[in-house]
């Protein structure tokens, strides 16, 4: 991996120089705080794409059998699930381990223990016996349309039936072909939410 590249939020081990930040986000009445640090997604808010998700999935209903957070960076949608859904187990998976450190520590600081949160690489870690009724994402764009691709793709065969994908992926970075994948996959694909370029994509597996 070049060095430009390890310095991205997709690298394993990003060579960033640290720079930690404390980020306060809040919905509804769940306020969480995230320490964030160079070398991971979004390390000086709440990206605004990851907030229209959070805001999103609150009002989704889904099969009660877990919850994974594919792409997780230090934590926010994981984490917001795990508070949203007290009683499911939150899966939280990332390739890039300061990310990872991070979650783990944001869980802890939030108090929040109905989590799981480890290295995989998309899928690959993840038990092939082991179904979600909720799979959330706001894929690493930069890493590349075949990622992208691989978890909407992967995530079928993750879901219970009835199980649901929810994704964010603005128009100009590949919304209409996401949302033409999907629906091609799962045989639906309905438009959540619209806000300032950012859509809210939500598949049910059948």
């Known amino acids: 991996m070049s060095a430009e590249k390890n310095q991205m939020y997709f690298a394993v081990d990003p060579t960033a120089k640290h720079d930690e930040h404390v980020v306060d ?10 320490t964030t640090d160079a070398g991971v997604f979004s390390k000086m808010r709440i990206d605004y794409g990851s907030g229209v998700l959070i805001k999103a999935m609150k009002d989704v209903a889904f099969p009660e059998k877990n919850i ?4 997780t960076g230090y934590g926010p949608l994981g984490l917001f699930a795990a508070k949203f859904w007290p009683k ?3 899966d939280m998976v990332d ?5 990872l450190n991070l979650a783990k520590a944001n869980a802890k600081s939030n108090h929040i223990n ?11 870690q993840i038990d092939d016996d082991k179904k979600f009724g909720l799979i959330l994402t706001n894929p690493p764009i930069r890493a590349g349309k075949k990622v992208v691709n691989e978890i909407l793709l992967g995530a079928n065969e993750h879901l219970v039936n009835g199980g649901v994908l929810l994704v964010v992926i603005q128009k100009k970075q590949g919304e209409p072909s996401a949302r033409k994948l999907m629906a091609n996959l799962y045989g639906n694909c309905e438009i959540l939410t619209r806000d300032k370029g950012y859509y809210i994509l939500k598949s049910t597996k059948n």
């Open 114 to 124: 109905n989590v799981n949160i480890y290295s995989s690489d998309c899928y690959t």
């Open 95 to 99: 390739v890039n381990e300061r990310g």
């Open 25 to 34: 986000y809040h919905v509804d009445n769940v306020d969480l705080k995230f």
């Open 68 to 71: 994974l957070d594919v792409g």
């Open 88 to 90: 499911q187990t939150v």
